[in-house]
């Protein structure tokens, strides 16, 4: 099955700090691919879906500027947490969209990221 | 805005009985797809099983099978002869047509005993 990476894994920051995670689709390519957080026991929250090529649209109440998304190639999709906070901390997924599939969205494993 | 409810935080099953799982959910669209994903402690997500609105013939895979009752709008799924390693979170999803994001349950932590 197609195979979506994350990286990092695990990341740890201070307050004040920004830090990058990126999501990869490595075997097709994805026009589509979505940001989701997830807080221990608890559901995934779409935060933007991030389109190739152009801005990504973020849910009501996700703040664009803190959570900036890049989706600069077919392949590759960053979401930069900008100025974190420790409530910023938190497990984030993306997952990617493979072309014509209009519902069968691959995730990757996550990445849990902890501010201090 | 579409909601997807599962109003069993936990459950549990003896191994090799079966357990059935609940999902509701509110759309007012005709077309869409439904999903049932697992979250072991790995945190990485699978796809158990997927139904399409439009097919009436209820989505079986191996020992996961789904009741899809869509003028209720339900979406239950059964796991026959549960395995320690069925041991997860089991979210059920909505997806929205032609937009591919998906709308997901709080989730139920399933319990497998030995």
């Known amino acids: 099955g197609a195979v979506v990476s994350q990286h990092p894994s695990r990341v740890i920051c201070k307050s004040g700090t920004s830090v990058k995670i990126e999501c990869r689709s490595l075997?097709?390519?994805?026009?589509?691919m979505f940001w989701y957080r997830q807080f221990p026991k608890k559901s995934l929250m779409l935060m933007a879906t991030?389109?190739?090529?152009?801005?990504?649209?973020?849910e009501q109440g996700v703040e664009k500027d803190k959570f900036l998304i890049n989706h600069a190639s077919l392949t590759l999709s960053t979401l930069t947490v900008t100025s974190a906070h420790p409530e910023d901390s938190s497990f984030y997924i993306c997952s990617a969209l493979p072309p014509g599939k209009r519902y069968e969205q691959y995730f990757g494993p996550g990445t849990r990221l902890t501010v201090t | 805005a579409q909601t997807v409810t599962q109003s069993q935080p936990e459950m549990s099953v003896q191994e090799a009985e079966t357990v059935t799982l609940s999902c509701t959910y509110d759309?007012?669209?005709?077309?869409?797809?439904l999903f049932w994903y697992k979250q072991p402690p790995s945190r990485q997500m699978i796809l158990v099983i997927r139904?399409?609105?439009?097919?009436?013939q209820n989505a079986t895979e191996n020992r996961f099978s789904v009741n899809f009752q869509k003028a209720a709008k339900s979406f239950s799924l059964k796991i026959s002869d549960s395995q320690l390693g069925d041991a997860a979170m089991y979210f059920c999803a909505y997806n929205e047509p032609n937009a591919g994001k998906s709308t997901f349950g709080d989730g139920t932590t399933l319990t497998v005993k030995p």
């Open positions: 991030s389109n190739e090529g152009s801005k990504a649209t973020y």
């Open positions: 139904q399409e609105a439009y097919k009436q």
């Open positions: 759309t007012s669209e005709s077309d869409y797809y």
């Open positions: 075997d097709f390519q994805a026009t589509t």
